[in-house]
RNA sequence: GGCGACGUAGCUCAGCUGGUUAGAGCGCUCGACUCAUAAUCGGGAGGUCGUGGGUUCGAGUCCCACCGUCGCUACCA
């Protein structure tokens, strides 16, 4: 059994939970369950990013101590999560203990390596950014990105050699397959490896909010290494070696476009430097743009998961309930590139194929089985038409995932249903009489019905369930374990079938 | 400025190392059916594959130029 273990990034908690983070999240959760059925034993992490001059000074501003102000926020991405139905096994908060614990071992061990040394550092700060920028990546002395002036400030900062490491990095993104997906985002990488690596500063002694540096107290990390080094405290970093041997040779980061310089260039850079050669694997995603422009300076920003999985009459806004969420983002925006946002492309995409295809047929298969069929089910017939085509399904929608495909996989599962609807229009089940032509027809559809339950939970996870029950199938779809579990001929026929309101109602566009 | 990506049916996109009449889903339209959530099934309309050159027996698919959109170039998923 292979190991697989999935991280988000972990999202700052000076905003709210917005579809931005719950298309990461969704998809992560997606590829978990997905090599949960494949039996590799898994680990999903996803929590809040919570330090920095950023908090401490919104705190400052709503009177509360830092701790008090993130503790408010991080819930929010927890009830997101859960709201999400988000299979996480852990939920990282870099407030922690154990991520103390785990930063200061890991920095230590840099230090301890040679990899620190300190210096000034002075130079036009922008608080929003923090960063520090030059003249002229300002604009007439504003932060471009912010629109606020930068401040001049002066620091005696830790700075990391970086520079030392631009031949190994080179090294694993060019020499090793598929660390990168989709493809176009490791010319990227490579971009960056090419251009000088520059030291960066990691640490601050302007602010509070943070861990301190343990060689030097007067000193914390500066956030963003800090928060990188979630991924690793999660596994076990420092604290468990059994665990972090078990998880960190197959960790991948999803990561969206943004974030890659931090994720694929300083952190691998860290981990060698401390002296840890498993280095991650990424899958990359863009944007979420509404009307071609990025999400947080358009209206719908505001949009919340809450508002399209429970619907907001006030906003006109239908509910797609948690399955009509998720499937959404895994089957919409194609993975990699920037895609639009359309709520009403998330309408047509339900309508279509949850409602129609998907949830209608499960309908339509169950109450003509019970018209036509008696009390029990019939089983499916092993030399069906359908049998090759679930094969192919299979096959299709596997390699779909191995590409870090979610819509392709989707897109696959689906033509396994839309051959099993022309299959029942070409049969005309309702039309025969009861005995062995319309049982072969009908256990032929069940067992399509099964093999597509199972390849479309990772997306849907409660409906599948749900249908997994109607069906007559007992125990969790989330404990079958593929490949066999989509060989045709597992449904068993002789089962009660369960019918009930629709899966999907349509919804108004 | 530098590096890079993209531009294919109304929409979202497939089209690997160049090879018969350019594909899918959705949408539209006509028809069929009635088991089903006005769902399903079948037929059809619709594209000079951004523009102009070039290489080749042959290019959406390689090369060049141009136009357009966009990304990265030190920190918003």
């Not at 102000?69 to 859960?82: E, H, M, N, P, Y």
Request: include cysteine; charged fraction near 25%; proline fraction near 5%.
């Amino acid at each position: 059994m292979s190991t697989f273990y999935i991280t988000t990034p972990i999202y700052y908690v000076n905003d709210a939970p917005h579809i931005g983070h719950a298309y990461t999240t969704v998809v992560a959760d997606a590829f978990a369950r997905w090599h949960r059925l494949l039996g590799d034993d898994t680990m999903m992490l996803t929590g809040t990013d919570e330090h920095g001059l950023k908090i401490q000074r919104a705190a400052e501003e709503n009177g509360v101590s830092p701790q008090e102000q993130v503790d408010s926020t991080s819930v929010l991405f927890r009830d997101a999560a859960s709201l999400m139905n988000i299979a996480n096994d852990d939920f990282i908060r870099t407030t922690e203990p154990r991520h103390h614990a785990a930063v200061q071992e890991l920095m230590q061990r840099i230090y301890d390596n040679g990899y620190i040394y300190s210096d000034t550092y002075e130079g036009l700060y922008c608080v929003g950014c923090e960063a520090y920028y030059t003249e002229d990546e300002l604009n007439d002395g504003n932060c471009r990105i912010h629109d606020r002036p930068a401040e001049q400030m002066v620091e005696e900062n830790y700075f990391f050699k970086l520079s030392a490491f631009a031949d190994q990095l080179l090294e694993y993104f060019e020499q090793t397959d598929g660390v990168v997906k989709p493809d176009g985002y490791r010319n990227e990488v490579l971009g960056l490896l090419k251009q000088e690596l520059r030291d960066v500063s990691i640490s601050r002694s302007s602010l509070s909010w943070g861990i301190p540096v343990p060689w030097d107290d007067k000193h914390v990390f500066y956030v963003w290494y800090d928060a990188l080094i979630n991924y690793a405290t999660a596994a076990g970093f420092g604290a468990d070696d059994a665990a972090f041997e078990k998880w960190w040779p197959n960790v991948t980061h999803i990561i969206g476009k943004d974030i890659i310089r931090f994720h694929c260039v300083f952190w691998p850079a860290m981990l060698l430097a401390a002296g840890i050669t498993d280095l991650p694997k990424y899958y990359v995603h863009g944007w979420l743009l509404i009307g071609g422009e990025k999400m947080s300076k358009s209206k719908l920003n505001s949009v919340t998961p809450k508002q399209l999985i429970d619907g907001d009459d006030d906003q006109g806004f239908a509910a797609f309930g948690v399955d009509g969420f998720r499937y959404h983002f895994l089957r919409d925006p194609p993975f990699g590139p920037d895609s639009d946002f359309s709520y009403e492309q998330m309408i047509t995409r339900y309508n279509s194929d949850l409602a129609n295809q998907f949830g209608n047929l499960v309908q339509r298969v169950i109450t003509v089985t019970g018209k036509k069929c008696g009390d029990v089910s019939p089983a499916p017939s092993a030399d069906s038409p359908l049998a090759a085509v679930a094969t192919e399904a299979y096959e299709a929608t596997a390699a779909a995932w191995e590409r870090a495909q979610p819509p392709i996989a989707f897109d696959a599962t689906w033509r396994l249903i839309r051959e099993t609807n022309e299959y029942l229009a070409a049969n005309e089940p309702w039309k025969m009489e009861e005995g062995a032509d319309v049982d072969r027809v009908m256990g032929d559809a069940l067992e399509a019905i099964r093999i597509v339950t199972i390849l479309a939970s990772p997306a849907i996870p409660e409906a599948a369930q749900r249908t997994w029950e109607r069906i007559g199938m007992e125990g969790n779809v989330e404990d079958q374990r593929l490949p066999e579990a989509a060989g045709w001929g597992a449904y068993p026929g002789g089962v009660a079938l369960l019918s009930g309101d629709p899966l999907f109602p349509r919804l108004k566009g």
